[in-house]
Structures are given as structure tokens and as C-alpha cells.
């Protein structure tokens, strides 16, 4: 899915402010083809937003409207009693434990990729054009593929059926790293050598001078790892297995095996494992489609 | 981008020792995870694929597994399933997000953004609520499809979408159609927004027409892009796993089977880890040979 920000690729345009001015077309006349255009996109746009939809009104709907022949198209009377059962089973913890990985790797990747990102933009240490170049064919490469020996590496570690399970390797997918040099390269080399011929040592030009530059990289690497572990179901449902660690994702799933027509309740669990993430997204919006359209810029 | 190597041509060996010292230090954490948890599994993967390597057998068996692989009938399934999938969706996906970032770039802000939002809308949805919503959609009886194309007049009784082998791998291909969209719009609305304006103001001025100032222009100008949203369509197509596991198993009758979710089969259910393995080695030359195919095409394409 949406992880696979993987670049493979381009030689790229030069990354400006997406929309500077470009408002000539307003002298441009409407023609039909336009307009037909924009009514199309207009339907297939309702078309996208109606599983959401669905999701949502049938999280509220009785097992009668549910099932009802004739679609009940809007729940005129809602009900919760999806959502008491959805809480009857252990739905806070597979909240808790979704939230618990996300953050951490979050948090994990933006400090080693912020830093690793640096090194490979600003440092010119022996290596690096190599080092660089297997970061970035990784990335090409299905990360589904690795599962099985992760899997067994994580046994190893006596580490499977734990959450740390799915955050270690979610730290090491070197999208990060890459996402983070895209960013440095754009530090003034003037400014960093100012810095060392003030005296600063390498922890203090890091901390006080690269982290503040890179901060909006840092922003847009943050929130594209929260949503992506959110989101990475494959990871979760090979190293999680006992109820205790079960994450979101994999809980709607296991409703949906277990229950599989009682439809009102696997709604209620997908609005839940849907909608907070959606939240998130909405109101970062600006700094996702950076770290999207960035990632996609090979320097 | 600009890279601000000025000057600095040869370092001092002390400089150098430093710069390297420093380099690696903040390398550190990065290669730990990178090699820890990527590096060395992908390398063991090929390493297992070697090997009968069961629950309770780990045994050297050269090139068996993949010779047993090409004559597997389920793995041709798998194999002609997915490259269906790719081939299907990941024309469809470029065009219709070149369609659609054509249309709403030149909107008000406001309006792109919205639309971008719309569209991007089932990929943070997250697999699992998508697909399990479409299941409901799809079901046979209770599902809004049937009763909506029923009323249409498009079909005269029920169908069992994802029960049927002929539906199946179609109804797969929609959903993961509307799943992979969001990413390419994005893409191509920055691309175009890039695009070197005084070209297409004095094409204009020249007398071209929108569509020649778009084939003329813009298309070449958006080409790395493109060529960079071939290559995550294609990989993402290739990886369409969760659809495929919560759905229909690989059914009914094998017909929505993918490399990807055989794999999940043998190594996860069966526990033939190596065979497994030895899939997955294939996928990921399978992946790499499309990925420098595409490369290679729009390379001559563009030049």
C-alpha cells in the first residue's frame, strides 16, 4: 500500500511550493470538456467517500436494518448497540496497543532517520555513495518478502508476540532515512561550516542548527510513519497473534472471521480503527503531501 | 536540487578520519535497524530458499525448491493471477490519476485539496476497514451492489461477486483500484504545478492547442513522475496481500491466487518456509525486472 513511498526512479523537477501563482488560467475559456470533466469527478468523488459512509451509518444501524433486504441507505434510528459489543470484546486494548506502535516507531524512526539522513546528505565519509545506493534499491524491494525469516529472527530475540516485534522492523524500512537526506541536502554547507569554525561540536551543530532546518521534513516523516504502521496489517498479522497484543487492524479482522455476517459490529470496528487515523491525516494533511511529493524527488 | 559541495574537492587525511568518525556515528542507529531487520532477513530469505526448512526439517536441497515452483500448477495460477492484476491495474491507475491531478491542479487550492483528500481517503482508511466494508457491499444478500445494479437493470438476479471465479479477481482489481489512486494524484498534482510556465505561455501565445500544449509540454516535463508512480503502482500491485486474505483466501477455486498470498500460504499455514522463501525470491526478480523494464521504456520514450 501507501508505504511503498519507494523510489526507483526520476531525475526530478525542482521541488517548489506547489501552486505559486499559476493563476494565468483564469483567462482561459471554460470549455464543454471541462465541464463534463468536472461532473464526473464530481460523481466518482461520491463514489470514494461511500465505504467510508458506509462504514460509519452501519456502525449505527440495528441487526434488523443491517440485514434488511432493501439496503437501509441512512439509520433514521441509531443505535450503539454495535459499539457496546464492540467494547464487550477487548477493543481498548487493541487501541492502545495500535497507538503504542505507531508512536514508537515513530518515534524511533525520525531520530535515526533524521540523523542517518544527515550524515548521508552533509558528511562526506568513505562509503557513503554505496551505502546510499543500497538504502534506496531496498526500497524496491517487497517488504513482504522478508517476513519469514524476520519472523524467525524475531523468535530469536525472543521478541515475537510482542509489539516490539512490529516496531524494530518498521525502524529499519530505509524509507526514512532517504525521505530525511532529501531534506538536509537543502542546509546551507556556509551555515554548518560557520558553526565548526565557532567551535561547535558535531552533537551541538546537530541539535542546534540541522534539527530546526529539518524539522518540517522531520513533521512530514512523522506523521507518514504513523499512518503507515497504523495501516500495515501484513507485519502485524505474521508477529501478533495472542489476544493480549492484538492491534486494531488485526482485531476488526479477527471480528470478521469470527463473526462474519454480524456486519453492524465489524462496522463499528472498522469506524474505530478508521476514523482516528483519518482525524490525524486531515489535520496534517500539509505536511503528508510534502513527505509524499518529496519522496518522490531523487536529489 | 542543489548539493553544496563547494570546494571542498580534497579533504585532509585528519579532516577525512573525522569526517568519517562523525559520518558513521550518525549513521549508527539507522544501519543498526536497516541491517538488523532488513538486510540481514532478505539475506537469509535467499539463503532458506536453498533449504527444506520446515517446522522439524532444516535440510540442504540445492535448487529443488525452485525447480518444484516452476512446476507447480497453483504457482502458474499465482503467477498469471497477479501479473493480471498488474497489468490491469497499473495502466488504469496512471491514467486515471493523470486524469484526475489535470483536472483539479488548476482548481482553487481549496477544491485541490479536498478532491486530493477524497481520493486519498481509502488508503488511510487502512486496508482492513476497506476491505471489510467491500465484503459487505459485495455480499450476495444483504449487499448494496446487487441491489443498486438490480434497480439499475443491469443484472437480473443476484450474483455472488466474490463466491464466483469469474467475478473474483475483477472485484479484487476494483478495490485495490480505488485503494491505490491517492498516492499518484498527489504525485502528478505537484508535477504539474512544476511545470515551467513560460513554455506553455508561449506555446499558447503561439496558437497550440490544450491538448498539444499537454502532450507537447507537460507530458515530458511530468515524465520522471510518471515513471515513478509506474514503479510504486507496480510494486504495490504486486504486494496486494490484505484484500486478497480477508476476502476470498486465494478462492474460490484458486482464481484470485496471487504469489503474494501463496507465499503467506505455504510459509504461514503450511510452515514450508524455504519453498516460501524460494517464492519470494522470485517475486522480488519478478519486481525488479518490471521496475528496469518501465525504467528502460519511458527512458527511450522520453529521449
Not at chain 1, 59 to 88: C, D, G, H, M
Not at chain 2, 28 to 38: K, N, Q, Y
Not at chain 2, 129 to 143: D, H, I
Request: glycine share 6%; net charge positive.
Amino acid at each position: 500500500m501507501s508505504e511503498n513511498i519507494k523510489n526507483a526512479a526520476p531525475q526530478v523537477h525542482h521541488f517548489k511550493k506547489p501552486k505559486s501563482g499559476n493563476q494565468d488560467h483564469s483567462v482561459h475559456q471554460t470549455t464543454p470538456y471541462q465541464v463534463v470533466s468536472v461532473i464526473v469527478l464530481i460523481i466518482i468523488a461520491f463514489l470514494f467517500t461511500f465505504p467510508l459512509y458506509w462504514i460509519i451509518t452501519g456502525s449505527f444501524k440495528s441487526a434488523q436494518a443491517v440485514n434488511a433486504r432493501i439496503p437501509v441507505w441512512f439509520p433514521t434510528e441509531p443505535v450503539t448497540a454495535n459499539y457496546v459489543k464492540l467494547f464487550e470484546k477487548p477493543a481498548f486494548m487493541w487501541m492502545f496497543n495500535t497507538v503504542f506502535v505507531c508512536v514508537m516507531a515513530m518515534i524511533f524512526t525520525c531520530i535515526a532517520a533524521s540523523m542517518g539522513g544527515y550524515a548521508l546528505a552533509k558528511k562526506k565519509f568513505t562509503g557513503r555513495t554505496i551505502i546510499f545506493s543500497i538504502f534506496v534499491c531496498a526500497m524496491a524491494l517487497p517488504k513482504q518478502v522478508i517476513l519469514i525469516p524476520l519472523l524467525k529472527e524475531m523468535a530469536f530475540l525472543k521478541l515475537h508476540n510482542t509489539l516490539w516485534a512490529v516496531i524494530l522492523p518498521t525502524v529499519g524500512w530505509p524509507f526514512g532515512v532517504f525521505l530525511m537526506k532529501q531534506f538536509s541536502e537543502n542546509i546551507p554547507g556556509e551555515l554548518l561550516e560557520a558553526a565548526k569554525i565557532d567551535g561547535a561540536g558535531e552533537t551541538r551543530t546537530f541539535t542546534q542548527i540541522v534539527f530546526p532546518m529539518i524539522k518540517p521534513g522531520i513533521g512530514a516523516l512523522a506523521i507518514f510513519t504513523f499512518i503507515n504502521t497504523w495501516n500495515d496489517y501484513f507485519l502485524q498479522l505474521i508477529m501478533l497473534n495472542s489476544t493480549e497484543v492484538l492491534t486494531i487492524s488485526l482485531g476488526i479482522a479477527k471480528l470478521q472471521s469470527e463473526m462474519s455476517t454480524d456486519y453492524g459490529l465489524i462496522m463499528a470496528g472498522a469506524a474505530l480503527g478508521s476514523i482516528p487515523i483519518i482525524v490525524i491525516f486531515l489535520m496534517f494533511q500539509k505536511f503528508f503531501t510534502r513527505g509524499i511529493t518529496m519522496g518522490a524527488v531523487k536529489g | 536540487m542543489t548539493k553544496a559541495m563547494k570546494g571542498g574537492t580534497s579533504l585532509s587525511r585528519a579532516n577525512q578520519r573525522r569526517e568519517n568518525i562523525a559520518g558513521y556515528l550518525f549513521m549508527l542507529p539507522s544501519l543498526l535497524f536497516f541491517v538488523g531487520f532488513v538486510i540481514f532477513p532478505m539475506g537469509l530469505c535467499l539463503f532458506n530458499s536453498f533449504f527444506d526448512y520446515t517446522m522439524t526439517d532444516f535440510r540442504f536441497i540445492g535448487l529443488s525448491n525452485y525447480k518444484e515452483l516452476f512446476a507447480d500448477p497453483i504457482f502458474q495460477t499465482a503467477l498469471i493471477n497477479t501479473i493480471v492484476i498488474v497489468v490491469v491495474s497499473v495502466p488504469v491507475t496512471c491514467i486515471f490519476s493523470l486524469w484526475v491531478a489535470t483536472i483539479i491542479y488548476k482548481m482553487h487550492d481549496r477544491y485541490t485539496s479536498l478532491f486530493r483528500c477524497i481520493f486519498y481517503l481509502p488508503v488511510v482508511t487502512g486496508s482492513v476497514a476497506v476491505t471489510v466494508v467491500w465484503k459487505w457491499m459485495f455480499s450476495p444478500y444483504t449487499g448494496i451492489l446487487n441491489y443498486v445494479l438490480k434497480n439499475l437493470g443491469l443484472i437480473s438476479k443476484n450474483i455472488n461477486w466474490l463466491g464466483s471465479p469469474d467475478y473474483a479477481l475483477g472485484c479484487i482489481i476494483l478495490i485495490l483500484l480505488t485503494t491505490s489512486v491517492g498516492q499518484p494524484i498527489v504525485l502528478y498534482v505537484s508535477a504539474l504545478s512544476n511545470v515551467d510556465h513560460s513554455l506553455v505561455e508561449a506555446a499558447e501565445v503561439d496558437g497550440a492547442t490544450n491538448l498539444q500544449v499537454f502532450w507537447r509540454i507537460k507530458w515530458p516535463q511530468i515524465m520522471p513522475t510518471t515513471l515513478y508512480i509506474l514503479v510504486i503502482t507496480t510494486i504495490n500491485s504486486f504486494q496486494c496481500f490484505a484484500l486478497i486474505q480477508l476476502l476470498t483466501s486465494g478462492g474460490p477455486n484458486n482464481s484470485t491466487q496471487t504469489i503474494m498470498y501463496y507465499i503467506y500460504y505455504n510459509a504461514f499455514k503450511l510452515s514450508r518456509y524455504g519453498y516460501g522463501s524460494a517464492m519470494g525470491v522470485i517475486l522480488a526478480a519478478i519486481i525488479a525486472v518490471f521496475s528496469a523494464m518501465q525504467f528502460k521504456l519511458a527512458k527511450s520514450d522520453n529521449g
